[in-house]
């Protein structure tokens, strides 16, 4: 299995931004996929999740900005990032969980400016 975030960039606080993950090599449409990150010196943080169902979860400090979807059909899924802040400054990966098992793609670096 292997998973391709994209969508990363450099914007303006106040902006926006949509990520993409793809997977191949396996990921069933029932896996729960999840988008993480990680700023620099602290430590790797849910941001949100969705089951296969439609079901989604997110992080306090990011409902309401952040929509996470999901596209079965291309075993892909999304984040899309509204009213970015420089605190949401980050590297952020997407992520699988499958039979107990995460798996994870490469980060993609998301860089908000005051």
């Known amino acids: 299995v292997q998973l391709q975030a994209s969508g990363g960039g450099l914007v303006q606080a106040g902006g926006s931004l949509r990520l993409s993950c793809a997977a191949s090599?396996?990921?069933?449409?029932?896996?729960?996929m999840a988008w993480f990150r990680q700023a620099p010196g602290k430590e790797r943080e849910f941001v949100a999740g969705i089951t296969g169902g439609g079901n989604s979860n997110y992080a306090e400090s990011v409902k309401g900005r952040f929509t996470i979807s999901r596209d079965n059909a291309k075993n892909s899924w999304y984040l899309q990032m509204n009213n970015l802040k420089p605190e949401d400054t980050a590297i952020y990966s997407c992520a699988a969980l499958q039979i107990e098992r995460w798996y994870w793609g490469q980060g993609t670096l998301v860089t908000v400016s005051s």
């Open positions: 090599g396996g990921i069933a449409s029932g896996a729960f």
